[in-house]
């Protein structure tokens, strides 16, 4: 594969959009695992098929119709949550519905024969183009500014909501600009991983990296080389083996994150016997 890479284009393009893409989920998946935002991700992820259908309809880019939907799915959840001061599951739950339903009704209408579905719900790195890797490289852009200028704000909102709005930090602002940010970045994962997939590369390298660290910067770097190695492992299996890229990054981040929980016992099971044997020693 590595003699390919230099021969083929599509093989290039994968290979930036794996290092592109797991800055992101680096910071933002982290994001995620910290404020527990799982589910609204994945409800943002469905909903965002409704603007895939409505942009097939339309005749338009389907991925310009995916942000529309995508960032009012964010801005939605995000304020019936604030609103009503309850968990925003049930929320989450009616926007993944309509936003697929809308989905397919939208296509179900477009004239002519049915598009091919299938790279926006499964994904395909090796399909990416030029025009993906130059808004993936945008999106990262802004996150990386927003990390960095506003770091204490965002640790501090991390941590708790009501702690940094006690350091007179505008969370309600904060919480609307992450909310949109993690729309955006999901949008731009569904071209590598796809909707149905896009979980579980945003949420498992944070997670494998929490179970080693509590310290944010470290949980951040982590995420992203756990990121980078899951998808430089599915590139090459999609490339090998002729299968969906995005089914194997996806299933290479679930049975990795398995692996380190069962790493992470053991290796605590064990660190616990010796405190005991040296506790009976003395």
């Given at each position: 594969m590595?003699?390919?890479?230099?021969?083929?284009?599509f093989l290039?393009?994968a290979?930036?959009?794996?290092?592109?893409i797991?800055i992101?989920?680096?910071?933002?998946?982290?994001?995620?695992?910290?404020k527990?935002?799982?589910m609204?991700s994945?409800?943002?992820?469905h909903t965002s098929?409704?603007?895939?259908?409505l942009?097939?309809?339309l005749?338009?880019?389907p991925?310009?119709?995916?942000?529309?939907f995508?960032?009012?799915?964010?801005?939605?959840i995000g304020?019936i949550?604030?609103?009503?001061?309850r968990?925003?599951d049930?929320?989450t739950?009616?926007?993944?519905?309509?936003?697929?339903a809308s989905?397919?009704?939208?296509?179900?209408f477009t004239?002519g024969y049915p598009?091919?579905?299938?790279?926006y719900l499964?994904?395909?790195i090796?399909?990416?183009?030029?025009t993906?890797?130059l808004?993936t490289?945008?999106?990262?852009?802004?996150v990386?500014?927003f990390?960095?200028a506003f770091?204490?704000?965002f640790?501090?909102?991390?941590?708790d909501?009501?702690?940094?709005?006690?350091?007179?930090i505008?969370v309600?602002?904060?919480n609307?600009?992450?909310?949109?940010?993690?729309?955006l970045?999901?949008?731009?994962?569904?071209?590598?991983?796809?909707?149905v997939l896009v979980?579980?590369?945003?949420?498992a390298?944070a997670?494998?990296?929490?179970?080693?660290?509590?310290?944010?910067?470290?949980?951040?770097?982590?995420?992203?080389l756990?990121?980078?190695?899951?998808?430089f492992?599915g590139?090459?299996?999609?490339?090998?083996?002729?299968i969906?890229?995005?089914?194997?990054?996806?299933?290479l981040s679930?049975?990795?994150y398995?692996a380190a929980?069962?790493f992470?016992k053991?290796?605590?099971?064990?660190t616990?016997?010796?405190?005991?044997?040296q506790?009976?020693?003395?």
């Amino acid at each position: 594969m590595l003699k390919a890479l230099f021969e083929y284009n599509f093989l290039q393009n994968a290979f930036y959009c794996s290092i592109l893409i797991s800055i992101v989920c680096g910071i933002i998946g982290t994001v995620i695992i910290l404020k527990k935002l799982a589910m609204m991700s994945g409800g943002i992820a469905h909903t965002s098929f409704g603007g895939v259908g409505l942009g097939y309809f339309l005749g338009i880019e389907p991925i310009i119709g995916a942000f529309i939907f995508a960032v009012a799915a964010a801005i939605g959840i995000g304020y019936i949550g604030k609103k009503s001061h309850r968990n925003s599951d049930i929320a989450t739950g009616i926007f993944w519905s309509a936003g697929m339903a809308s989905g397919i009704l939208f296509i179900s209408f477009t004239p002519g024969y049915p598009p091919d579905m299938s790279s926006y719900l499964f994904g395909d790195i090796l399909t990416v183009s030029k025009t993906d890797l130059l808004l993936t490289l945008i999106l990262d852009a802004i996150v990386v500014f927003f990390i960095i200028a506003f770091y204490n704000c965002f640790r501090a909102y991390l941590f708790d909501d009501e702690f940094a709005a006690v350091l007179k930090i505008n969370v309600n602002l904060i919480n609307n600009i992450l909310h949109v940010i993690i729309a955006l970045s999901i949008v731009i994962l569904i071209r590598a991983v796809g909707i149905v997939l896009v979980l579980a590369l945003l949420t498992a390298p944070a997670a494998i990296a929490k179970l080693f660290s509590g310290n944010l910067k470290i949980i951040m770097l982590l995420s992203i080389l756990i990121s980078l190695l899951l998808c430089f492992a599915g590139l090459w299996i999609s490339y090998q083996f002729n299968i969906a890229s995005g089914a194997a990054i996806a299933l290479l981040s679930s049975l990795l994150y398995f692996a380190a929980h069962i790493f992470k016992k053991i290796l605590k099971l064990k660190t616990g016997r010796e405190i005991q044997n040296q506790g009976s020693r003395l």
